[in-house]
C-alpha cells in the first residue's frame, strides 16, 4: 500500500463550553452564512474523502449529537464523550479505543474553525504523505501572534518544535508562523506518543503539540504545511470573532463570484451570500439581498433589492426577485417574483410565470405562462400553464376541525376573478371562469363559468332616508 492509499480517518474537537460566546447554543452550532460552525468543519474534512468522521463531544454534548443525527446522517460519524475536558490530548485519548484496528492517516482539527475548507487541509495532507512524516503541523504566518504557539525550524527550515507563548524567549516570540492547531498524524505509530502525554503544566492538561517534541525526540519526521490565509483556520471564541469570520466568508464568497462566474453584487457591505450558492453570468445582485443555502441562479437574473432566498432553490434564467422571500423552491427561466411575494416551500414553478405584489405560495406545482399578479394565497395547489389567478384569489385549503390540509387542482387556461375562494378539494377544469366574488365548494368542468355569489340588490333612496 503506497502512502497516498492510505486509509484517512479524521477527528473533530467539539467539546469545548466557549464560555467567551456567552450562549445557551453550544459555541459549534452557531451560524456562519446559513450553515453552523461545526457543519462548514464537517464538510471540509469530509470533502477529502476520510472514511469515518470522530467527533469529540463535551459540553451541550446531547445537543450536538442530535444535530449530528439530524443533518448528518449520511456520513459515517462516531461521537465521543470528553468529561472532564483536560486539552486537546485529552481528547484524542477519547477516540483512541476506536482506532485500534486502523492504520493509515488521520487529520485532527479544532470544531470551531468556520472558514476551513477542504482547500485548505489537502496541502496538509499532501505534504503528510510526501514527506513520509508521522507528525504534521497546519501553519500559518499572522500580523500579531499574540499568545499562540510559536512554530520553530532550524537554519534549514526544517521544522523541529513548537513553543508556546508563556515558554516562549523573546526571540521566540519574534516568530510570525504559528500552529493553526489543525494536525496530520500517522496511526498507530503515534498512538505511544499520545499514551505518554504529560499533564505537567499549570492547566493540568494533555496537549498534541507536545506530540511535536515527542517526534523529535524519537527520530521521526515531523513537517508542516502553512496555510496562506491565517483567517481560513482560525477558531471562533467570541460573538465579535464570530461577525468578523461572517463577514471575511462573505466578502472571499462576493469575490469570487464577481472574478470567476461574472456576477455583478451592486453593494458588497449590505449583501449576504453563502458560499455554497451557484450564480450565473450577467446576474445582478442589488444591495439588502441574502442568499443563503444550495441555491442555484441562472444567468441573465436581477435578484433584490431586498431578497431572501433560502435553502435548496432554484431560479431559473432571466428571472427577477424582488424585495420578496423564496424558501425551498424550483422556478424555471423569465420568472417574475414580487415585489413583497412569499414563495414558501415546496414550490415546483414553470417559464414565464409571475408571483406578484403580496402574494403568498406554498407547495404548489405551477405550469408555464401562469401569472398570480397580486393579493392572493395559492396553497396545496396544481395550478396549470396559461391561467391568470386574479386580485385576491384564495385556496382555502386547511380543514382546522379535522387538522388536514386538502388539495386544489387547477387546469390550464383558467382565469378567476377577483376576491374568489376555492374552498379545497376542488377540481376546475381547462379554460374554465371562476366569476369574481364567488365562493367555489364544487368541481367546475372545462370551459364553463362557475357563478357563486348573492344577487344585487339596489335600494333606491337608502342615503336620503
Not at 527520530?219 to 470573532?241: M, Y
Not at 424558501?327 to 406578484?356: A, D, L, Q, W, Y
Not at 362557475?450 to 339596489?458: E, F, K, L, M
Request: proline fraction near 3%; glycine fraction near 10%.
Amino acid at each position: 500500500m503506497t502512502e497516498k492509499q492510505r486509509p484517512l480517518r479524521a477527528v473533530i474537537l467539539a467539546a469545548g463550553q466557549g464560555k467567551r460566546m456567552k450562549s445557551s447554543t453550544p459555541k459549534v452550532l452557531h451560524d456562519v452564512l446559513g450553515l453552523t460552525i461545526l457543519s462548514r468543519v464537517i464538510n471540509a474534512v469530509s470533502a477529502l474523502g476520510t472514511e469515518h468522521l470522530h467527533i469529540v463531544v463535551g459540553h451541550e454534548a446531547e445537543q450536538i449529537k442530535d444535530f449530528i443525527a439530524k443533518h448528518h446522517s449520511d456520513l459515517n460519524i462516531t461521537t465521543h464523550l470528553q468529561q472532564p475536558q483536560l486539552g486537546t490530548g485529552h481528547a484524542l485519548m477519547q477516540v483512541a479505543p476506536d482506532l485500534k484496528s486502523f492504520k493509515g492517516d488521520l487529520i485532527v482539527t479544532v470544531g470551531d474553525a468556520p472558514l476551513l475548507t477542504a482547500d485548505t487541509l489537502k496541502p496538509l495532507l499532501d505534504t503528510h504523505r510526501q514527506d513520509d512524516a508521522v507528525v504534521t503541523i497546519l501553519s500559518t504566518i499572522v500580523p500579531d501572534s499574540k499568545n499562540y504557539g510559536r512554530v520553530l525550524r532550524d537554519a534549514k527550515q526544517n521544522v523541529v518544535g513548537i513553543v508556546e507563548d508563556k515558554d516562549a524567549n523573546d526571540e521566540q516570540r519574534k516568530v510570525k508562523e504559528i500552529n493553526a492547531a489543525i494536525y496530520c498524524f500517522k496511526w498507530p505509530e503515534i498512538e505511544a506518543g499520545l499514551a505518554g502525554l504529560k499533564n505537567e503544566n499549570k492547566q493540568g492538561e494533555y496537549y498534541l503539540p507536545d506530540l511535536a517534541e515527542w517526534a523529535v525526540g524519537k527520530g521521526f519526521k515531523l513537517s508542516a504545511s502553512v496555510a496562506e490565509d491565517h483567517r481560513e483556520v482560525a477558531g471562533i471564541n467570541s460573538r465579535l470573532e464570530l461577525s468578523e469570520a461572517i463577514r471575511h466568508l462573505r466578502d472571499l464568497t462576493i469575490e469570487k463570484l464577481a472574478l470567476e462566474s461574472g456576477v455583478t453584487v451592486v453593494d458588497p457591505q449590505s449583501t449576504w451570500i453563502a458560499p455554497e450558492a451557484t450564480i450565473g453570468q450577467e446576474t445582478v445582485v442589488l444591495p439588502g439581498t441574502h442568499i443563503m443555502g444550495n441555491v442555484k441562479i441562472g444567468g441573465n437574473c436581477t435578484i433584490g433589492p431586498n431578497a431572501v432566498i433560502r435553502g435548496n432553490v432554484v431560479i431559473g434564467a432571466n428571472s427577477s426577485v424582488v424585495l420578496s422571500m423564496v424558501v425551498n423552491s424550483t422556478f424555471g427561466e423569465g420568472c417574475k417574483i414580487g415585489p413583497f411575494s412569499h414563495v414558501r416551500e415546496g414550490n415546483s414553478v414553470g417559464n414565464e410565470v409571475k408571483v406578484g405584489n403580496f402574494v403568498e405560495i406554498k407547495k404548489c406545482t405551477i405550469g408555464n405562462n401562469t401569472n398570480i399578479s397580486h393579493l392572493s394565497y395559492i396553497g396545496d395547489t396544481t395550478l396549470g400553464s396559461k391561467s391568470n389567478i386574479g386580485a385576491g384569489t384564495i385556496t382555502a385549503n386547511y380543514d382546522h376541525l379535522k387538522k388536514l390540509k386538502h388539495n386544489t387542482v387547477i387546469g390550464d387556461g383558467v382565469a378567476t376573478g377577483s376576491n374568489s375562494v376555492i374552498v379545497a378539494p376542488v377540481t376546475i377544469g381547462d379554460r374554465a371562469v371562476i366569476a369574481a366574488g364567488s365562493v367555489v365548494t364544487k368541481d367546475v368542468p372545462g370551459s364553463s363559468l362557475a357563478v357563486s355569489r348573492a344577487r344585487q340588490t339596489n335600494i333606491d333612496g337608502w342615503s336620503d332616508r
